[in-house]
């Protein structure tokens, strides 16, 4: 694991960090496109092995090759005044581990809470190794991204939500 | 913390020689071999250690996802 974690990271040369919860607040720079909106009520429709039944999927594509950060919005699960105080854990699945597919560890692109306290960003990065891989021809691979935040309700709350994002050659 | 999971050496025999990627108790591999289909095989060596395991297919694409248990 620490091999994968340390190619990962050097894609921006800093020290990996895993270890959260993680709490910095800040701007997030996703676009729209890059947000997906946590659902109240999910659907149950099935995508793939080992994606939650209703996921849902980020609107913009992901090439291999790109190094950008998408947004968890969860403000349609919080109250008008709960915030979220902390990500507990972001995970991906053993596809993505395959691929060669993470979440980044450099601390320059950690996972943000933005400064309301309802969307968190994460960038991803995959090591160049993989980046021609046949996988990502075509359609691509979908693969699920699954976030724990805690929040400062009283008493606190946690919410697991995953969501999917698809890696193909755009 | 970040989960980003880890690679590891699979050999299942007659289905795959080679990395497969873990994360959570499952791995995912995309067989290699020919000579058993990956859903009749439930035996085999990760990282050199025996485990059993219950493949099934990704409804789309080539990867092959299954659940496993080290023998200890």
């Known amino acids: 694991m620490l091999t994968h974690l340390i190619a990962l990271a050097i894609l921006t040369g800093g020290e990996p960090v895993t270890d959260g919860p993680f709490t910095q607040t800040g701007e997030v720079a996703a676009s729209k496109e890059r947000t997906v909106t946590m659902s109240p009520v999910q659907p149950s429709d099935q995508k793939s092995v080992a994606i939650p039944l209703g996921a849902s999927p980020w609107l913009q594509q992901y090439d291999p090759a790109d190094h950008t950060p998408y947004v968890f919005d969860f403000s349609g699960l919080l109250g008008n005044s709960e915030k979220i105080v902390s990500i507990e854990a972001v995970n991906v699945n053993a596809t993505a581990a395959l691929l060669g597919i993470g979440v980044e560890v450099d601390p320059l692109y950690a996972p943000l809470i933005d400064t309301a306290g309802k969307k968190c960003q994460i960038w991803f990065a995959v090591i160049p190794a993989s980046w021609d891989l046949p996988s990502f021809d075509a359609a691509g691979v979908m693969l699920p991204i699954t976030m724990r935040v805690a929040t400062d309700s009283t008493p606190p709350k946690r919410y697991e939500r995953t969501a999917v994002l698809t890696v193909r050659q755009l | ?72």
């Open chain 2, 1 to 72: 913390m970040i989960d980003n999971g880890r690679r590891a050496h699979l050999v299942i025999e007659g289905v795959f020689d080679g990395p497969a990627g873990l994360q959570g108790g499952l791995l995912a591999f995309v067989p290699n071999l020919t000579d058993a289909r990956p859903d009749a095989v439930h035996g085999g060596l990760l990282d050199g250690m025996p485990i059993r395991l219950t493949a099934s297919k990704d409804p789309v694409g080539p990867f092959w996802t299954a659940r496993y248990e080290v023998f200890r």
